[in-house]
């Protein structure tokens, strides 16, 4: 079979801003979404160089400079394939549609699930909520956000009425006096952002970092507090008994502008600082100059990442820095806050347009009439037709194959064969599917499986627009068209619609090229994005592509083309009912799943600078160092006779890894670390559990019991 072009209509580009050999645009990887330039040499070669931005100030990391090899790698997917066979792409669209009808007759319209990413553009994520509640009319879908954020998002609407990562600009956190910073290791996540913190440090300031690892973050920080993984709920209502009781809290900020300080108080006065030692293992020394330096502090900033949040107890724990954080007046105050360091290129505009289980456009809520109601108007289709909220990330992929759960899936932007918690049991689930679809540029782990891997853009040859971690609206630009033969998700999404014959009614599309009510033209999907999310938290009526060229971004809330963006929230009020930010009383609770005599560590797994995410991207670009590791303590691998570099086993009671171990002093005797780029033997995810969050459903991906051993030949 030779491979086709997609069908011609469906992937036009749209004529580029600038000169079609060089675009501004921005880092295919991270939410830091640093600022790059991208040149096409007369060899048809792209290169790369910084350009400067808010938040890279003209600085990039080793994946952002690497990131245009994988334009023209050799393993680049340059055809779909069916059942692993080169095929055209009529075929693979007739076998997924065939596939689909069938699942839905016998199994109903559920039957047929999506699983998206953070890293797809607005228009996409946009669309893909769209595809899986008009085309496929199905209420589950659900995206790896859920693996990402959603603890701290959670904690934020919860508390705030609103999840805006950083409700400031970046800018502010290099004049904080003090910050403090929860498990983000942004010298290997963010490595531009460490300017921001040198400067934070040169200005005089004190930082702060708690972290089970003497990361180069928290080495660099003027304190490191290095606690028990998992106890980081603990320390937070440790923090805030101090501060009552040395009466450092902002009592009229309390009054005006919170609910539910009198619980809270309470609650906090059962953590004292030799409790919380003994539940941390951080000395009450540590607690007391934290706790100082945040109230002696004119500007203070709480920043948490994913080593707080990626617990099943995540939104607890957020829930108590921010208790913390209100307590000292901190939110809405000038230079000063809480904020989370979301973590995908898009996670921010990936989480409010409605690829989560229980969410519309604009971050509106799946099962609230009036949403219902205004989102169906925008597509042209009937409320009641839109489906309910289907299951979260790891429910979704825990079912799938299994009785009542879902017999096909297609997937976009996620490698969830090495990322899932519990990877194991997860890929089982996925090779039991009736049928698999994946659009991906590589055949990652995930698409390796399915039944159908579908060849799309990849970010050099798309326009679109990315949210950053501080909620501003940027613009991705083309340099170049995608080669012969690959399509868009976009064109995907609207050739699969219409070969279903379910388009809504398209009335709502102006503009650009459409196919019934699904346009593969990024500029029409964001034109109808905009009337989607009008009136919602978040509202991007007024942010146009336009807007977002001339004014360096623009930040959401942003209702009106005629308003300015909104860089900053929580100046005058709290978007909650009565506009006062909620207190929530809460209690340290114990790790999901507790080291004992058979599983005497704790595990905790992460990132390394070089590498991102499940690695089909990084993996692939020679350049990169790479390769799974295990981090053990000195003291530790004396006692099990292992040294440097050799090869150990690491089990729990889901599985095992190999890999290479690494001795360091920088990690907890009681401590392991694993990054989780890998797969084969050294996947991390064999390892994790499927412990939930209550509320975000999160994953406890930071913490689960193990025992290591040395590999004996
Ligand atoms: N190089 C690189 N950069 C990336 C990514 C990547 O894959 N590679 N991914 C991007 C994405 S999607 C994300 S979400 C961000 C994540 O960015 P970060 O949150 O900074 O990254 P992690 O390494 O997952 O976790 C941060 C730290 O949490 C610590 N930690 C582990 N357990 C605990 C705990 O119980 N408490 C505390 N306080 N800390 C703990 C770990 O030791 C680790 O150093 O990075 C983004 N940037
Ligand atoms: N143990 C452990 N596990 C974790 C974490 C952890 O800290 N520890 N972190 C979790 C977190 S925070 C995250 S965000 C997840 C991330 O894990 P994944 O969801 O697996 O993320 P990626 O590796 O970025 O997968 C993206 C895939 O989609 C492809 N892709 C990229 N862009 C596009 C696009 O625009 N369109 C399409 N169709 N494909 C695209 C890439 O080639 C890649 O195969 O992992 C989670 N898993
Ligand atoms: S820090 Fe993030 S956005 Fe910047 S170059 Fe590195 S991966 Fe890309
Ligand atoms: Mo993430």
């Not at 400067?199 to 003027?222: F, L, S």
């Amino acid at each position: 079979m030779t491979p086709s072009a997609p069908p011609a209509t469906r992937v036009t580009a749209l004529p580029l801003l600038e000169s079609a050999r060089e675009v501004a645009t921005h880092c295919p990887y991270c939410a830091l979404q640093c600022g790059m330039t991208l040149r096409e040499t007369p060899q048809g070669r792209v290169e790369v160089a910084a350009r400067d931005f808010p938040t890279n100030r003209g600085g990039l990391c080793q994946k952002g400079w690497t990131s245009a090899e994988l334009l023209d790698h050799p393993e680049r997917l340059t055809t779909p394939l069916v059942e692993g066979q080169p095929a055209t792409w009529d075929e693979a669209y007739d076998f997924i549609v065939d596939g689909v009808r069938r699942v839905q007759d016998a199994h109903g319209r559920d039957a047929v699930a999506v699983f998206g990413g953070g890293g797809l553009t607005n228009e996409k994520a946009y669309t893909l909520g769209k595809f899986a509640r008009v085309a496929l009319r199905t209420a589950n879908i659900d995206y790896n956000g859920r693996f990402c954020m959603s603890s701290a998002a959670a904690a934020g609407n919860r508390s705030f009425g609103i999840d805006r990562g950083l409700p400031f600009p970046m800018a502010d956190i290099a004049e904080a006096d003090t910050l403090l910073l929860i498990g983000a290791n942004v010298a290997e996540t963010m490595p531009p952002f460490a300017r921001y913190l040198t400067e934070q440090r040169q200005r005089g300031g004190t930082q702060i970092v708690v972290d089970p690892r003497a990361t180069p973050t928290a080495r660099a920080a003027t304190l490191h507090l290095q606690p028990t993984p998992g106890t980081d709920l603990a320390l937070a209502l440790g923090l805030l008994h101090i501060v009552v009781a040395e009466g450092l809290t902002d009592p009229a900020y309390l009054a005006e502008r919170t609910t539910g300080w009198d619980a809270v108080r309470k609650t906090v006065a059962g953590y004292w600082p030799a409790r919380v030692e003994l539940l941390t293992g951080v000395p009450v020394a540590d607690l007391e100059a934290t706790a100082r330096a945040l109230a002696a502090a004119d500007r203070a900033i709480i920043l948490t990442a994913r080593g707080a949040e990626q617990h099943a107890k995540g939104v607890d724990t957020v829930t108590a820095f921010i208790n913390l954080a209100l307590a000292l007046g901190l939110p809405g105050r000038p230079g000063s806050g809480y904020g989370c360091l979301t973590g995908q290129g898009n996670g921010q505009g990936g989480r409010e347009h409605g690829q989560k289980a229980d969410q519309l456009p604009g971050y509106r809520k799946i099962d609230d009439p009036a949403a219902r109601a205004h989102v169906a108007g925008v597509w042209g289709v009937d409320p009641d037709s839109i489906p309910g909220p289907g299951l979260s990330a790891y429910e979704l992929l825990d079912a799938l194959g299994q009785p009542g759960g879902p017999k096909a899936m297609l997937v976009f932007g996620s490698n969830p064969v090495v990322s899932a918690p519990r990877a194991a049991r997860i890929t089982e689930r996925l090779k039991s599917l009736d049928l698999l679809v994946v659009c991906d540029f590589f055949l990652s782990e995930t698409a390796a499986i399915a039944d159908v891997v579908l060849p799309v853009a990849q970010w050099a040859e798309e326009d679109g627009t990315m949210t950053n971690l501080e909620g501003r609206v940027l613009r991705r630009r083309a340099l170049r068209k995608p080669p012969p033969g690959i399509g868009t998700d976009l064109a995907v999404m609207a050739e699969l619609a219409s070969r279903l014959g379910r388009t809504g009614d398209g009335r709502s599309v102006t503009g650009g090229e459409r196919s019934g009510g699904f346009s593969a033209e990024p500029y029409a999907v964001f034109e109808e994005l905009r009337r989607a999310t009008a009136g919602g938290v978040a509202d991007y009526a007024g942010v146009t592509w336009e807007r977002v060229d001339a004014e360096n971004g623009v930040f959401w809330p942003c209702p009106a083309a005629d308003r300015a963006g909104t860089p900053r929230l929580f100046e005058e009020g709290f978007p909650t009912p009565d506009g006062r930010a909620r207190m929530i009383a809460v209690e340290h609770r114990p790790v999901a799943e507790e080291i004992d005599a058979e599983y005497p560590l704790y595990l905790t797994t992460g990132r390394v600078l070089a590498q991102y995410q499940s690695g089909a991207q990084t993996r692939r670009i020679a350049a990169l160092p790479g390769g799974p590791f295990v981090e053990l303590h000195p003291d530790l691998a004396e006692r099990l006779g292992i040294d440097d570099g050799d090869p150990v086993r690491v089990l729990s009671r889901r599985g095992e890894m190999t890999a290479p171990a690494r001795v360091v002093t920088t990690i907890r005797p009681d401590t392991l670390f694993a990054p989780f780029h890998y797969s084969g033997t050294g996947r991390a995810n064999s390892l994790t559990g499927d412990a939930l969050d209550p509320i975000s459903r999160m994953p406890e991906f930071k913490v689960c019991a193990v025992r290591i051993e040395p590999v004996t030949p």
